[in-house]
């Protein structure tokens, strides 16, 4: 099993371009998460997906969009990037402890992004 | 004020020295997570618990939930545990992780 997979590792946008982050998991879990991390602060949830075709907000979801169309992808969107995400991002995948609650999460390798 | 706070931020020890990680939250919380960020960036679960104490090897984490207190120890240290220990809380969907420890193990 290749686990939580993340593509790119590495990217540099310019001001106002767009792309698409994709994690991919393998593990047949429900919850995913996206992340991002910055220097001296906590990973901050951006969007997350309790299962195939939902999406909600998390803590930092301004300036991205998300998608979970296939149970086993969540792709993350900027539109319009800006350098303020300047970050790591991180992907996180999990299956639901009893009762709904978020259980033992498994990570991404992360995705280095620069934007000038 | 962040949600979520661990001290000491950094932390040199010596091979085979008792370590201990403290980390205090001020929400309600379903469970309490510590994770363990590689030097290369990848991060793995360690712990998830919401009473008592787990131990897995040479890790040992307590949480007091009345207190809302948690700790790792890492008993035995060695250069090998060299890393950033996160700690996290989580309550419905929701997670707020807290800023780090780095741990540095000299020989």
């Known amino acids: 099993n290749a686990g939580v997979t993340q593509t790119p590792k590495f990217r540099v946008l310019k001001t106002g371009q767009s792309m698409t982050l994709l994690c991919a998991q393998d593990m047949n879990h429900e919850y995913m998460y996206w992340y991002r991390q910055d220097p001296g602060m906590g990973l901050r949830l951006i969007h997350y997906s309790v299962g195939e075709g939902t999406t909600a907000k998390g803590e930092v979801p301004d300036g991205y969009n998300v998608s979970r169309l296939k149970k086993q992808n969540f792709l993350l969107g900027l539109e319009s990037a800006a350098p303020s995400q300047t970050s790591v991002y991180f992907c996180?995948?999990?299956?639901?402890?009893?009762?709904?609650?978020?259980?033992?999460?498994?990570f991404g390798p992360g995705t280095r992004l620069t934007v000038l | 004020k962040n949600e979520v706070e661990q001290s000491p931020q950094n932390l040199t020890a010596q091979e085979g020295e008792f370590i201990t990680i403290n980390c205090s939250y001020s929400?309600?919380?379903?469970?309490l997570h510590w994770l363990q960020q590689h030097p290369g960036g990848g991060i793995v679960s360690l712990f998830m618990?919401?009473?008592g104490k787990k131990k897995h090897g040479r890790l040992i984490a307590t949480i007091n939930i009345q207190e809302k207190h948690s700790s790792l120890h890492i008993t035995a240290s060695h250069p090998r545990d060299s890393a950033v220990y996160i700690c996290?809380?989580?309550?419905?969907?929701?997670?707020?992780f807290g800023a780090g420890t780095r741990l540095t193990v000299k020989p």
């Open positions: 618990l919401s009473s």
């Open positions: 929400v309600g919380i379903s469970a």
């Open positions: 996290a809380v989580s309550f419905g969907y929701d997670m707020r």
């Open positions: 996180a995948s999990s299956y639901p402890e009893a009762g709904g609650e978020r259980n033992e999460q498994f």
